[in-house]
C-alpha cells in the first residue's frame, strides 16, 4: 500500500484504504490524509462483503495488495471486472496462501509476482503482469519473501500506471 501512495500522481490517485482489521497500513493512509475504513469481518460472509463494497464506494479500481481474504459474490458483483490483486507466484503456479513456501517446496529456480484481475476463484483471474524471481540455492521463505515482496511493488505500481490511465482496460474508456 505504501508503494502505491507514494507512486500516485497523474495516472492514479488513491481514494480510500480499506482494511478487515486495524493495521499499518490503515494508520499510513491516514497519516497521507487518505480516507479509510476498517470493516471487520463478521459471521455472516455476505453481509461482509455487502459492508465491505459499501466502505469502497465508488471507484474506477479496486486493488487488494495483502488483503488475505476471499471476497464474496457480493464484493465481486459491484467491482466486475475492475478488482485486481497481487500474487507472490507466477500464476498460475502456486494458488492460495502458501505460495512462497509452496515453491520452495516444489524447488523451482525461478518464481516471482503476479498481478491479475479478481474472480471468484483462488487466485484464478486473469492475469496482467507478472515479474521473475530467481530462487536462490540459500532462499527461505523469509529471504525468498522479501524479494518477491520488491519485485511485487514495483510490479502493481507498473501496472496501475499503466490500468489507471484513460481507456487502458478493456470495456473501460
Not at 53 to 64: H, M, T
Request: net charge negative; aromatic share 4%; with cysteine.
Amino acid at each position: 500500500m505504501q508503494a502505491i501512495v507514494a507512486a500516485q500522481g497523474e495516472t492514479f490517485r488513491v481514494s480510500k484504504v480499506v482494511a478487515d482489521v486495524p493495521c499499518p497500513g490503515i494508520d499510513k493512509a491516514a497519516a497521507a490524509g487518505i480516507a479509510t475504513q476498517v470493516v471487520p469481518l463478521g459471521v455472516d460472509r455476505q453481509q461482509w462483503n455487502r459492508e465491505l463494497a459499501d466502505a469502497v464506494g465508488e471507484c474506477d479500481l479496486v486493488v487488494s495488495a495483502g488483503f488475505m481474504k476471499i471476497l464474496g459474490a457480493p464484493f465481486l458483483e459491484r467491482f466486475d471486472g475492475r478488482i485486481i490483486n497481487t500474487h507472490p507466484a507466477l500464476l498460475p503456479s502456486f494458488k492460495g496462501a502458501h505460495a512462497v513456501r509452496d515453491a520452495l517446496d516444489y524447488g523451482v529456480k525461478v518464481t516471482g509476482s503476479t498481478v491479475h484481475y479478481v474472480d471468484s476463484g483462488v487466485d484464478t483471474g486473469p492475469i496482467i503482469a507478472q515479474r521473475a524471481v530467481d530462487v536462490r540455492a540459500d532462499d527461505d521463505e523469509a529471504s525468498l519473501q522479501e524479494r518477491i515482496k520488491v519485485a511485487e511493488r514495483e510490479l502493481i505500481v507498473e501496472v496501475l500506471r499503466t490500468v489507471g490511465s484513460p481507456g487502458s482496460r478493456p470495456g473501460h474508456q
